[in-house]
């Protein structure tokens, strides 16, 4: 590895870790109604104003030994997982296609679908403001990646069979759902967007069947479907021309 590479990297992981805490912020406050932006950071536990040395992604968590510096409550796990998580994304994206639009792509996908996903599960909604731009984002970026047909063509495929699985099981699935998978097709196209049919439809299912045989669940425990589609549709785009040859060749 060169300096200039050796630079580059270090400053991917930076903007990486970056990303993942301001990550954390969107996860915590898009279900509860709150703005990103305003006010500054804050532990959630005592409402104190968090300063610069509380904000050091990954490395405040260390350093503060996973407690509030000012009402020691524990920190929870999800905000370093979420930051590590992120800059190990975010890397892998680059080293696997390079440092430009698809990279880009790439890092917007992810944070879409980490949002969503973990949002689901701990609110069981997805909001608006990420599946929309998430949208619109995929529109935007298909000139420089999979084309504006085929983003369009996987949008319409997978948005518009969750809408029909929506109508059909009278509220089996929930709307946001429908948003993500429109979403998830805008940037994986057409044939992206079977292989994440098959994928989430897969895991979801065998995800189901461990509630009810195991957990004692019944028909109509909700299954939030959102964490199987995004983890889906994040494999598809790394290696989705690979599970494609393998599943049809």
């Not at 890397?91 to 879409?112: C, D, K, N, V």
Request: one cysteine or more; proline letters at 4%; hydrophobic letters at 55%.
């Amino acid at each position: 590895m060169n300096a200039g590479t050796l630079e580059l990297s270090i400053l991917i992981i930076f903007i990486s870790l970056c990303a993942g805490s301001f990550l954390n912020v969107v996860i915590y406050r898009l279900p509860r109604g709150q703005s990103v932006v305003w006010p500054g950071s804050y532990c959630p536990r005592c409402g104190h104003g968090l300063g610069i040395l509380d904000l050091i992604p990954l490395f405040s968590y260390i350093i503060l030994g996973g407690k509030c510096r000012y009402c020691q409550q524990t920190i929870a796990r999800q905000y370093p997982l979420v930051e590590l998580g992120t800059a190990l994304a975010f890397y892998l994206i680059y080293w696997q296609r390079g440092f430009g639009i698809e990279m880009i792509a790439g890092w917007l996908l992810f944070s879409f679908l980490l949002t969503a996903a973990l949002i689901d599960v701990a609110a069981a909604i997805i909001p608006d403001w990420i599946t929309f731009p998430g949208m619109a984002a995929g529109i935007l970026l298909a000139p420089y990646t999979i084309g504006w047909q085929d983003a369009l063509l996987g949008m319409f495929f997978l948005g518009g069979f969750f809408l029909l699985v929506l109508l059909l099981s009278r509220g089996g699935m929930g709307g946001g759902d429908v948003k993500l998978a429109g979403l998830i097709g805008s940037f994986c196209g057409l044939r992206g967007a079977l292989l994440v049919f098959l994928l989430s439809s897969l895991s979801g299912g065998v995800w189901a069947l461990y509630l009810l045989l195991v957990q004692g669940a019944n028909g109509k425990t909700a299954v939030r479907f959102g964490p199987f589609l995004s983890g889906a549709a994040f494999l598809v785009w790394l290696v989705g021309e690979e599970l494609w040859y393998y599943l049809w060749f």
